[in-house]
Protein backbone atom coordinates (compact mmCIF):
# COMPACT_ATOMS: atom_id res chain seq x y z
CA UNK A 1 0.00 0.00 0.00
CA UNK A 2 2.91 2.27 1.06
CA UNK A 3 4.00 2.08 -2.91
CA UNK A 4 0.69 3.30 -3.91
CA UNK A 5 0.21 6.07 -1.87
CA UNK A 6 4.04 7.16 -2.53
CA UNK A 7 3.67 6.99 -6.38
CA UNK A 8 0.56 10.00 -5.87
CA UNK A 9 2.70 11.56 -4.10
CA UNK A 10 5.34 11.42 -6.67
CA UNK A 11 2.69 12.18 -9.55
CA UNK A 12 1.90 15.22 -7.81
CA UNK A 13 5.16 17.07 -7.71
CA UNK A 14 5.97 15.69 -11.12
CA UNK A 15 2.81 17.95 -11.65
CA UNK A 16 1.25 14.77 -13.71
CA UNK A 17 -2.09 15.54 -11.91
CA UNK A 18 -4.00 13.18 -13.54
CA UNK A 19 -2.21 10.26 -12.99
CA UNK A 20 -2.13 11.16 -9.68
CA UNK A 21 -5.75 10.71 -8.77
CA UNK A 22 -5.89 8.06 -10.74
CA UNK A 23 -3.43 6.21 -8.18
CA UNK A 24 -5.63 7.44 -5.53
CA UNK A 25 -8.02 5.60 -6.91
CA UNK A 26 -6.57 2.43 -6.55
CA UNK A 27 -5.45 3.23 -3.37
CA UNK A 28 -9.21 3.46 -1.79
CA UNK A 29 -10.41 1.06 -3.72
CA UNK A 30 -7.21 -1.57 -2.21
CA UNK A 31 -8.01 0.27 1.68
CA UNK A 32 -11.70 1.64 1.64
CA UNK A 33 -10.82 2.68 5.38
CA UNK A 34 -7.71 5.20 3.63
CA UNK A 35 -7.44 7.99 5.21
CA UNK A 36 -4.33 10.78 5.41
CA UNK A 37 -4.62 11.26 9.34
CA UNK A 38 -4.51 7.89 9.45
CA UNK A 39 -1.49 7.73 7.39
CA UNK A 40 0.18 10.53 9.34
CA UNK A 41 -0.84 9.35 12.89
CA UNK A 42 1.49 6.16 12.10
CA UNK A 43 4.35 7.83 9.85
CA UNK A 44 7.48 8.92 12.21
CA UNK A 45 9.40 11.14 10.43
CA UNK A 46 10.13 14.72 9.88
CA UNK A 47 7.13 17.07 10.67
CA UNK A 48 8.05 19.25 7.18
CA UNK A 49 7.70 15.50 5.22
CA UNK A 50 3.74 14.80 6.55
CA UNK A 51 2.98 18.24 5.75
CA UNK A 52 4.47 17.62 2.57
CA UNK A 53 2.72 14.23 2.43
CA UNK A 54 -0.49 15.55 3.56
CA UNK A 55 -0.51 18.84 1.17
CA UNK A 56 0.29 16.18 -1.96
CA UNK A 57 -3.03 13.59 -0.82
CA UNK A 58 -5.06 16.34 -0.60
CA UNK A 59 -4.82 17.61 -4.15
CA UNK A 60 -5.55 14.03 -5.44
CA UNK A 61 -9.08 13.73 -3.35
CA UNK A 62 -7.50 11.12 -0.61
CA UNK A 63 -10.18 11.69 2.66
CA UNK A 64 -8.29 13.23 5.21
Do not use: C, W
Not at 15 to 38: C, D, H, N, Y
Not at 41 to 52: D, G, K, S, V, Y
Amino acid sequence: MRARYLHSVALVHLKRLEEAKEMAKVVLELQPGFTISGLLATNFTRPERLQMLREALHRVGLPD
